[in-house]
């Protein structure tokens, strides 16, 4: 670079008055391009573009038929590039997702993928792996390959991981979506049918009263329906949510929601729930609304991302108004909406001081009138599972009180 | 389940020495291995073994062609990660060490535990400096903090001024003024006849775990600490025949030389710290009478407890030393006599100064209520000055200022011994100017490692929180980084910037995962790859997965907790902005970060991270942007400097030719740093 107007030619003598010779000598090294490290360009390209067709590996499997120094010296090299965890005795090594966009951008681009894949498809990878592979060999059409998917009722988690991974070879966006949708009804989906593993037994008056509550007709003008299911701890209360959300949440998961009924399930047992930030608990909400009416999906996701931003620059956002535009755009008011409030008791537990200024119920249910009124959610209905009773801010709670289990019931009852 | 591992690829004795090493705590390893293994480019990894025993034996056989075995050895010891029968093994394949510690009783001196001691004293000699001035020595200096170095004022007095009623560097004073840790001479034992042949299994000649520079101390040996490792590693290392070294140089009676003619001393040349641009943090001048020379070590007219003066130089160093551990201080000493310890650099006639020496002491008076000056009998002389008086913890109690010459004993037979006392300037009057300057951060220009280096540009916010957050105690609202940031702000350099400054700065652990590869788990599937990260087990229960409060969270952070020891372990989250929203994963860091403030040595940093931490952490979230023409005249100072205005003028310029180019963000600065330095060798060529 040579300085070309005499301005410039000033700013540089002015940055180079009063520094000798030597110091302008050290300057230049110390701005020299840093040294690379001596390995084989060409060995770590080959390690690379194995890891990046890959899910996690024995990293010895990555630099076999190398010599047992220069192998070292590689995977020294590399290792920064990769998630490092031991499972069960064993290291695995997964290349994180910035190496291997890179990776499989320089792939693409060079046309060289099919033989990378023929050239990593003797490393031994875990499913996620093995997917990714299938899916970089398919190209961008898999159609057909994710109909063998459901076929063979692959893990839903391991394509959604797969499909993360091959997204720097484009397209398959859809897929992704549909992958994110599954994954996240299946999370749920999965932490309540793990309770039904030994069926719900002495609980069917109960869950008839609970399904009668779902199916009731409800007066959209009038108050949000609101039935508290009480009991202590351990008496099977998340259980018997179990057996009423689980066929809900099988039909979403099978894309058939349509215009019946679906469910949206939060757990307050996650922190991210904290009770004062109901914003958070509106996001959850149109995120399973999404997942029920994928259609409306992609939108709420823009939409949360937006306020997401507004929030972070202004501190504040309009989301339930807003949110309310997609509502009625996807048609959505009119269908019935039951939200689960799981383990309302660690709502108290964040704001113990029940009563006045503190009250920990207050706000939540304020929160579930502005869905109704404020979002738009004409046909909500909200199941409150707790220890203690709820009261509502209008209208009246219907209660559900679970006595303790006893005699062979007892054993069979979990959360 | 790892393979079974084929026994018969060991050396026996090395494969007997591994069955001896503790396997199940893989983070003190690592505490043992990564320094040796970093230091001397071996490229072997505890990560890649299959099997901890394999890796073990990979380990000792490497250490042991490289003749670092003693060295593995003795850290292993004293990391308490070897069984009953490490040592006899060790004895066979070594044979035995020329040194043994040896414990004594005398009426001054309690027995201490003598490795303790040991490894106190060798942490004590790391951080004692020779200081030299235009080339001649003048004085001895100690490392109180990280960046800071106390040494008497009257050593450095001729490089500061008065100016506006402050102390101030005199110009050029940084060029002239020289701090060199580790110039120390050291001594091998004549090698031992080799126990088991004359060569090992992969054809190595001679004694094992004696060969060339790393066959480091008996007492480095002993120790295992660092100092060794700064003594063996720092500059070039001569050796110089008994014969040729100069007698008892020390101008009192020594009688601790116990090398006998014709064996090797080796005198270590020591490492050049290098100064902060403005190295005079502070100065507190001697009083007149001290500067002109004491008639009576007793007095301390002039002198308060307040204001001093303290006869006091704090050098401000450019990059920190033992950022692990902080220098103690003792500051509270005992009102009776205790014995002292102090480490100097006498100087020579010739104006060369010894090597680092040990006198040992009594402090037996204290000047003024409270203490503005101590008395002690240590034996010293000029070059000695501002050295540091250790007790018998190695707590650094008192800073050496001078005294007479008259040697105790001769002082007793003549009647005075009154006189016969060197004086130093206690800690705890200043100990409160250490605080009030420490925070100095030190910014890193380039990062390393085994991937290669890089420059760092910018990223002084992320810096200055990483150096909070490496405080002892740190709260919890500083263990927690939130960074955030368009591309081109370097947000996927955070791994590697965190990994790099937390290993310069302190002895933490850092490892890190990316969410975006945890998408085919649940989240106690991916609580359990994070205790795996460090080679941890985590009991998650099957039977209530979906637990993040009450199950999963706490239990995992217990395990990080308690991994590694007292030391700090820093996770490194990244890859949300690919993860596409995983609310298990985002339950479980808030967890996390919730209960942060019990889990004391556990840092977190979450890059692109979007979530809204709890409200005592809104201030731990870093927005980066896009490097500054200041970030990019940065890298144009020396470490610790700042860019005065042509420098950012004359960056803003280079910036301004690659946006041009139609380059941004780190792009854009790394170019304008290439167009200087080509224009910086077009020119001198020219």
């Given amino acids: 670079m040579t300085p070309v107007t005499p301005d410039e030619q000033r700013l540089v003598e002015a940055f180079l008055a009063g520094r000798s010779e030597a110091e302008t000598r050290a300057l230049v090294r110390r701005l020299s391009p840093p040294q690379l490290p001596q390995v084989a360009e060409d060995v770590v390209r080959v390690v690379r573009a194995r890891a990046a067709l890959s899910g996690a590996v024995a990293p010895r499997d990555l630099v076999r038929a190398l010599p047992g120094g220069e192998a070292e010296r590689v995977l020294d090299v590399v290792a920064i590039d990769f998630d490092r965890v031991l499972v069960g005795g064993q290291w695995r090594w997964t290349m994180r997702s910035g190496p291997r966009e890179q990776t499989l951008v320089r792939l693409a681009a060079e046309g060289a993928v099919r033989a990378a894949l023929a050239e990593a498809d003797s490393v031994p990878t875990d499913e996620a792996g093995r997917t990714l592979r299938e899916l970089a060999g398919v190209g961008r059409d898999g159609g057909r390959l994710f109909r063998r998917f459901a076929r063979e009722k692959r893990d839903d988690r391991a394509i959604l991981q797969a499909l993360t991974w091959v997204a720097p070879l484009g397209g398959r966006q859809a897929y992704l979506a549909e992958a994110r949708r599954r994954a996240g009804l299946m999370a749920v989906r999965d932490s309540y049918a793990a309770l039904l593993d030994v069926g719900v037994h002495g609980r069917e008056r109960e869950l008839e009263v609970l399904r009668e509550f779902v199916c009731a007709p409800a007066d959209p003008r009038g108050p949000v329906p609101v039935l508290a299911v009480t009991g202590a701890g351990g008496v099977g209360k998340s259980t018997l949510l179990a057996a009423l959300v689980v066929p809900y949440l099988d039909r979403q998961l099978d894309g058939e929601a349509g215009e019946g009924s679906v469910v949206v399930v939060i757990d307050f047992d996650r922190e991210v729930f904290r009770a004062d930030a109901e914003l958070e608990l509106s996001f959850e909400v149109t995120r399973q609304l999404g997942w029920a009416w994928p259609i409306a999906g992609a939108d709420f996701s823009a939409l949360r991302h937006q306020a997401r931003e507004e929030r972070r620059l202004a501190g504040e956002t309009e989301f339930e108004a807003e949110a309310r535009v997609l509502v009625d755009l996807h048609d959505l008011g009119r269908r019935t909406v039951v939200l689960v409030l799981d383990t309302f008791e660690d709502v108290r537990r964040d704001r113990p001081l029940s009563g006045g200024w503190n009250d920990p119920e207050r706000p939540m249910m304020e929160w579930v009138r502005r869905l109704r009124h404020g979002m738009g959610l004409a046909g909500l209905r909200v199941v409150v599972s707790g220890r203690g009773s709820v009261s509502a801010v209008d209208g009246v709670v219907e209660s559900l009180r679970l006595p303790e289990a006893t005699g062979g019931s007892a054993g069979r009852l979990g959360r | ?686």
């Fill in chain 2, 1 to 686: 389940m790892a393979a079974p591992v084929d026994e018969g690829r060991w050396d026996p004795a090395l494969l007997a020495l591994a069955h001896a090493v503790k396997l199940d705590d893989p983070v003190l390893v690592d505490r043992v291995w990564e320094p040796l293994r970093l230091t001397h480019g071996i490229h072997l990894r505890r990560d890649t073994g299959a099997d901890p025993l394999e890796f073990t034996a990979e380990a000792l056989t490497v250490a042991e062609g490289r003749g670092l075995l003693r060295r593995l050895a003795i850290d292993l010891i004293n990391g308490d990660l070897v069984l009953p029968g490490f040592e006899e093994r060790l004895t066979a394949l070594l044979g035995a060490a020329a040194f043994n510690l040896q414990s004594f009783v005398n009426g001054d001196f309690t027995p201490k535990s003598a490795l303790v001691s040991a490894r106190r004293f060798l942490d004590s000699c790391d951080r004692v400096c020779r200081i030299d001035i235009g080339g001649e020595h003048r004085g001895t200096g100690v490392l109180v903090r990280p960046t800071l170095v106390a040494t008497a004022a009257h050593v450095v007095q001729e490089l500061v001024r008065v100016e506006g009623g402050v102390m101030v560097a005199v110009s050029g004073s940084r060029d002239a003024l020289r701090l060199t840790f580790g110039y120390a001479e050291d001594y091998l034992p004549p090698p031992a006849a080799a126990p088991r042949g004359a060569a090992g299994p992969r054809g190595a000649a001679g004694p094992r775990g004696a060969a060339g520079l790393q066959a480091v101390s008996p007492l480095g040996e002993a120790g295992g600490v660092r100092a060794v490792a700064s003594l063996g590693e720092a500059g070039g290392v001569r050796a110089v025949s008994l014969g040729e070294a100069s007698g008892p140089r020390f101008d009192c009676p020594t009688g601790d030389r116990q090398i006998g003619p014709g064996e090797d001393v080796r005198v270590f040349e020591g490492e050049v710290a290098e100064l902060h641009e403005r190295w005079l943090a502070w100065c507190s001048l001697p009083t007149a009478s001290e500067r002109l020379g004491l008639e009576d070590v007793r007095d301390i007219a002039g002198i308060t407890d307040v204001d001093g003066p303290w006869d006091l130089a704090l050098i401000r160093l450019a990059q920190p030393r033992r950022g692990d551990r902080r220098t103690r201080l003792g500051v509270q000493p005992p009102g009776e006599p205790f014995p002292v310890h102090v480490l100097h650099h006498p100087g020579r006639a010739s104006g060369t100064a010894e090597p680092l020496l040990w006198s040992i002491g009594r402090l037996d008076e204290q000047l003024g209520a409270p203490a503005v000056r101590y008395l002690h009998d240590a034996n010293t002389v000029a070059g000695s000055s501002g050295a540091p008086l250790f007790d018998d913890e190695w707590r650094l109690v008192a800073l050496h200022q001078g005294g007479g010459r008259t040697l105790q004993a001769v002082g007793d037979a003549a009647g005075v011994p009154e006189q016969a006392r060197n004086r130093a300037v206690p800690v705890c009057r200043w100990l409160a100017k250490l605080d009030e300057l420490e925070d100095v951060v030190p910014y890193l220009q380039e990062v390393g490692g085994p991937a290669g280096p890089r420059r760092v540009v910018g990223r002084r916010g992320t810096q200055e929180r990483l150096w909070r957050a490496l405080r002892e105690g740190a709260p919890a609202e500083d263990r927690l980084l939130v960074v955030r940031g368009e591309p081109g702000t370097g947000l996927r350099f955070t791994k590697r910037l965190v990994g790099e400054y937390v290993r310069r700065h302190s002895d933490g652990v850092v490892v890190s995962l990316d969410v975006a590869n945890a998408l085919g788990t649940d989240t106690a599937g991916f609580a359990e790859h994070v205790a795996g990260t460090l080679s941890a087990e985590l009991d998650v229960s099957p039977g209530a997965p979906d637990r993040v409060r009450d199950g999963i969270a706490p239990r995992l952070g217990a395990v990080l907790d308690g991994v590694g020891g007292s030391r700090a372990v820093w996770l490194v989250f990244e890859g949300f902005d690919r993860a596409g929203g995983r609310q298990g994963l985002d339950n479980l860091l808030l967890g996390l970060i919730g209960a942060l403030p019990e889990y004391r040595t556990v840092r977190l940093v979450v890059v692109s991270w979007q979530q809204v931490p709890p409200e005592p952490y809104t201030r731990s979230v870093e927005d980066l942007k896009p490097p500054t023409a200041e970030d990019v005249a940065c890298a144009l100072v020396g470490p610790g400097g700042t860019p005065g205005p042509d420098d950012v003028a004359f960056a803003e310029f280079a910036l301004g030719r690659a946006q041009a180019e139609h380059l941004t963000g780190y792009r854009a600065a790394s170019r304008a740093i290439d167009l200087i330095r080509a224009m910086l060798k077009a020119r001198e060529v020219a």
